[in-house]
């Protein structure tokens, strides 16, 4: 599986981006996927994940009521929808694919939000 992050941008505090993830490969419905983010200096940081049905959904306690994690099988993408974006979500976020039953992982190039206060 490969995967194309992209939708990084420059906001203001308070405004929205939307994330997006294409994913190569014919098997993408056998892959719950995720979003994570790094900001300088800080570790890689779990931020969300949809399962593989997009029935589950899970969230980082600091983005919960913030951003959505969706995604839609047929076209194979999945998305993070950030809204009342905050200084302090200034990462570059990271597009994460595990298989169901392997658990083998895959990662994406990455995309930065940055968000000035």
Request: aromatic fraction near 12%; proline fraction near 2%; glycine fraction near 10%.
């Amino acid at each position: 599986v490969q995967l194309q992050a992209s939708g990084g941008g420059l906001v203001q505090a308070g405004g929205s981006l939307r994330l997006s993830c294409a994913a190569s490969g014919r098997t993408f419905s056998s892959y719950n996927m995720g979003w994570f983010r790094q900001a300088p200096g800080k570790e890689r940081e779990f931020v969300a994940a949809i399962s593989w049905s997009g029935r589950t959904t899970y969230y980082a306690e600091s983005v919960k009521g913030r951003f959505t994690i969706s995604r839609d099988n047929a076209k194979r993408m999945v998305y993070l929808q950030m809204n009342s974006l905050k200084p302090e979500d200034t990462a570059v976020y990271y597009c994460n694919a595990r298989h169901v039953l392997s658990r083998v992982e895959y990662w994406g190039q990455g995309t930065l939000v940055t968000v000035s206060s």
